[in-house]
Structures are given as C-alpha cells and as structure tokens.
C-alpha cells in the first residue's frame, strides 16, 4: 500500500459544528502533517507529528486540534471554525522528517 | 524575511519541448529540496528531490539543479508531454523541519 488516503473528500459545517477530519497510511512512516491550502496559493505547514509525537505547531488557532492515535492514523478535529478556514486540508506522511512527503487527495471544507 | 518564491507564475511551452522552471530561495540554512506537481483537485505528488551536498539529480525525463551560490534551483523536464500540465511547486527544509512551499508555477503544454 503506497497512499495516503484522507476521509471525506467533501465536508461542509457550519460555523458551531464540530467535525474531525481522517487520514490514514500504512507505509509505515513515521511522520505525519497536516497543511492548508487555498486556492491558487501553495500548501501551508500547520502541524508535524514524528513518532506520534507533536513536533511542529505553526501558530495554528486552537479552533483545529490535531490528534495522532497511531503511527497509521491521523486526525484533525475541527470546532467553531470561521468561513476563512475553508480551504483543501491535506495530509502527508514521510518515512521519517527527513524524507520526501507523500500526500493525500485532501478534504475540501466548506465553513457556512 | 525568509522566502520561497519562483521566478514565473505561468509556463507555457509546446508538446515535446523541454521545459524549465525555476525557484528562488533565501535560507542558506536550508538542506533538502523538493519538487512536487499538483494536478487540479489532487494532493502534491513527489517529483524529485536533491539534498544540498549535490548540485544535480537525474529522473525519468526531468533533472534538478541545485546552485547554491545564487540560491537557486530548478526542475527541467524533457519533451514535455500534455499530462505534464500541471502546477509545479519547490519545497524546501527550513528551520526545524519546517517544510516551506513556493508559491508554484502552472506549466501548460499545447498540443
């Protein structure tokens, strides 16, 4: 298995809702991120986990939480989130921080 | 402050025609560089990468060039085909892990 996969594909929410976002691989990397991006603009660094550990948080609002249950999973749980944060979420996984990233399709989220 | 940027926004080029495209950086700290392509409605996918001890790295029809004299790097791809179109963005490691996009090139090839 050489993919990232990334559930849902498609999430509108409106403003008080929470909702969690899923990504899954099973390269047996042991880094894992998650990035932001808007149209037409380049994927943005949101956090980093390295053997399930928190490694990098780049000033994300505490509105996203991330969440690493397992070296295959990730998550991201989404709460009183605000029309601006409506973008491509995408997850990436690496053999370790030093190594090219993989990424998956992305979540498109709609904040109403 | 600290950047990423490319030289181009845009790259048209015709079928069969090499293409070439070019990012600025200004990190000297920085050791690892990537090229990603992003098809539309689909994550970056890995072209090709180059640590900093190398100054070129050779693929299936694309090559990178490193100089880090002018903090300079660039993707060239051989006999463009149409599934080349795409958008084209250089990554590279900044301080901490911390991997930092350009802002990308959209490469399109006419028939």
């Known amino acids: 298995d050489t993919e990232v996969t990334q559930t849902p594909k498609h999430l509108v929410m409106g403003m008080t809702n929470k909702k969690s976002l899923k990504c899954e691989q099973h390269?047996?990397?042991?880094?894992m991120y998650w990035y932001k991006q808007k149209a037409k603009k380049p994927p943005e660094l949101m956090f980093v986990?390295?053997?399930?550990?928190?490694?990098i948080n780049e000033s994300v609002p505490s509105r996203f939480s991330p969440e690493c249950p397992n070296s295959s999973l990730l998550n991201l749980h989404l709460h009183a989130l605000q029309p601006e944060d409506s973008a491509l979420y995408l997850c990436?996984?690496?053999?370790?921080?030093?190594?090219?990233?993989?990424f998956g399709p992305g979540t498109r989220l709609t904040v109403t | 402050g600290e950047s990423v940027g490319l030289h181009l926004p845009t790259l048209s080029v015709q079928e069969g025609d090499n293409s070439i495209i070019n990012c600025a950086y200004s990190?000297?700290?920085?050791?690892?560089f990537i090229w990603y392509k992003q098809e539309s409605g689909k994550g970056p996918q890995f072209i090709i990468d180059?640590?900093?001890?190398?100054d070129k790295r050779q693929g299936q029809r694309v090559t990178v060039l490193l100089n880090k004299t002018v903090k300079h790097l660039s993707l060239q791809i051989a006999a463009t085909q149409p599934g080349d179109s795409a958008v084209y963005f250089c990554?590279?490691?900044?301080?901490?892990?911390?991997?930092?996009f350009g802002a990308g090139t959209r490469l399109t090839v006419k028939p």
């Open positions: 990436a996984s690496s053999h370790s921080l030093s190594y090219e990233q993989y």
């Open positions: 390269m047996g990397h042991r880094a």
């Open positions: 986990y390295s053997y399930e550990k928190l490694s």
């Open positions: 990190n000297s700290a920085s050791d690892y």
């Open positions: 180059i640590r900093s001890n190398m």
């Open positions: 990554a590279l490691r900044w301080d901490n892990n911390d991997m930092r």
